[in-house]
């Protein structure tokens, strides 16, 4: 059962469609489960590999991965922190995301550590499980 992403030009939306078969994929027209358009178009879908969390974590640690990390640059930081937030694949909630953005519009690191306190106190000493559902695909069946 094939997985196929999708552009819908009516409602401006990536959506992910399944199909019953590769053929069924192929004779029968793309409809966007959200707004009922016909108007797809096919994208190219991005390649997953499979990897252990201890090979991408030691990744991470490799010096060579922290070539382009100027410490005191703010917008350099945060880059870093998405890649490493990329790379663990965990949500790290809402806290996280204001830290980043915030370092994203080159706010300086103590200025953010001061006017958030309680960064890092919760129970699993980062910034949150998170959770939350996110805006994710829409999958329709075909």
């Not at 027209?29 to 990897?51: D, F, H, M, Q, Y």
């Not at 490799?62 to 937030?85: T, V």
């Not at 790290?92 to 995301?97: M, S």
């Not at 830290?99 to 690191?109: H, I, Q």
């Amino acid at each position: 059962m094939p997985i196929y992403e999708y552009t819908c030009h009516d409602c401006t939306r990536r959506v992910s469609l399944l199909w019953r078969s590769f053929d069924d994929a192929q004779a029968r027209e793309p409809v966007c489960p959200r707004c009922g358009g016909k108007n797809l178009s096919r994208l190219i879908s991005r390649v997953a590999v499979v990897r252990s969390e201890e090979s991408r974590l030691d990744d991470l640690a490799d010096p060579s991965a922290l070539g382009g990390l100027d410490e005191n640059d703010p917008k350099s930081l945060a880059r870093f922190m998405r890649k490493m937030a990329a790379e663990t694949g965990e949500d790290l909630g809402p806290e996280f995301e204001e830290v980043v953005g915030r370092l994203e519009a080159g706010e300086d690191p103590e200025a953010i550590e001061q006017s958030m306190p309680d960064l890092g106190d919760g129970a699993d000493g980062g910034f949150g499980a998170g959770g939350g559902a996110g805006g994710g695909d829409d999958f329709g069946v075909m």
